[in-house]
């Protein structure tokens, strides 16, 4: 059973950061890619961030230079840094991973940029 745990969410004002976490229950670099993705209210799932077994990341154009994907092996644990919020930051952000063909999700955590 493959389990992706975020952490992290919160409340923060504008121009500020947080860092999110994606805990896994197997080695991340096992899988083919692992993404980030954000749901705002009202609007549909879109992706965020993501890093391929390569070593290869690609940002959506409205957190390029503002996020940024990291690792930790010996945690099993993917983060993204998150600066220089905006209130269209605002959603639940979800950790995503790709094994063997099947993706996984975890259940998210609400970011909420607001002063």
């Known amino acids: 059973q493959v389990q992706l745990v975020e952490s992290g969410g919160g409340l923060v004002q504008p121009g500020g950061s947080l860092t999110l976490s994606c805990a896994a229950s197997?080695?991340?670099?096992?899988?083919?890619?692992m993404g980030w993705y954000r749901q705002a209210p009202g609007k549909e799932r879109e992706l965020v961030a993501r890093?391929?077994?390569?070593?290869?990341?690609d940002y959506a154009d409205s957190v390029k230079g503002r996020f940024t994907i990291s690792s930790d092996s010996a945690k099993n644990t993917r983060y993204l840094q998150m600066n220089s919020l905006i209130p269209e930051d605002t959603a639940v952000y979800y950790c995503?991973?790709?094994?063997?063909?099947?993706?996984?999700w975890g259940k998210g955590t609400l970011v909420t940029v607001s002063s």
């Open positions: 995503q991973g790709s094994l063997y063909g099947v993706d996984y």
């Open positions: 890093v391929r077994q390569t070593g290869f990341t």
């Open positions: 197997r080695n991340i670099f096992g899988f083919s890619v």
